[in-house]
C-alpha cells in the first residue's frame, strides 16, 4: 500500500491536511533544513561551533527521516507518535542550542519557524490520529 492510500484510509480529524498538501510543504521545509542544518554542520565540521550544538540537528534529521518508514511500513501510529515527537523535541534543543551558540547563526532560529510551526501541527494531528486509530 503507497503512502496515499495509507493515509486516506486512516481516521483523521476534520482539520488534517489532505494528502497532497505534504510533498509542497516538505519541499519548502526540506530547502530551508538543508540550508540551515548545513550551515550548522558545516560550522561544527570547521570547529567554528562546538560539536554538541550541531548533535541535536544530526538527532533532528535521524528522527525525520524516520518517521515516515515508522508510520507507512511499519503501520504503527503509537511509535509514530513517540517518533514526531522526538522531532519537535529535538528541533526545539537545536535551536535552543544554535541561539545561545552563536550570535551570527541566529538567523537558523528564525529561518526554522516555517519547520516548528508545521511539526508542532503536524505532531498534534499525529497524536489524534493514534487516538482515533486506536
Not at 484510509?9 to 510533498?23: E, M, Y
Not at 538543508?34 to 554538541?52: C, E, L, N, R
Not at 503509537?78 to 535552543?96: E, K, Q, R
Request: aromatic share 20%; proline share 7%; with cysteine.
Amino acid at each position: 500500500m503507497n503512502t496515499y492510500n495509507l493515509y486516506s484510509t486512516l481516521i483523521k480529524p476534520t482539520w488534517a491536511p489532505p494528502s497532497w498538501l505534504f510533498g509542497p510543504v516538505w519541499t519548502v521545509l526540506y530547502a530551508i533544513i538543508a540550508v540551515s542544518f548545513g550551515t550548522v554542520f558545516y560550522k561544527a565540521f570547521t570547529k567554528q561551533i562546538p560539536w554538541i550544538v550541531a548533535l541535536p540537528f544530526a538527532l533532528n534529521l535521524l528522527f525525520n527521516f524516520a518517521f515516515p518508514p515508522i508510520q507507512f511500513r511499519l503501520v504503527n501510529n503509537f511509535l509514530a507518535s513517540i517518533d514526531i515527537l522526538l522531532v519537535v523535541g529535538t528541533l526545539i534543543w537545536a535551536l535552543y542550542a544554535v541561539w545561545h551558540a552563536s550570535p551570527e547563526l541566529r538567523w537558523v532560529v528564525y529561518a526554522n519557524i516555517p519547520y516548528l510551526l508545521w511539526g508542532t501541527f503536524a505532531t498534534c494531528v499525529q497524536l489524534t490520529i493514534t487516538f482515533l486509530n486506536r
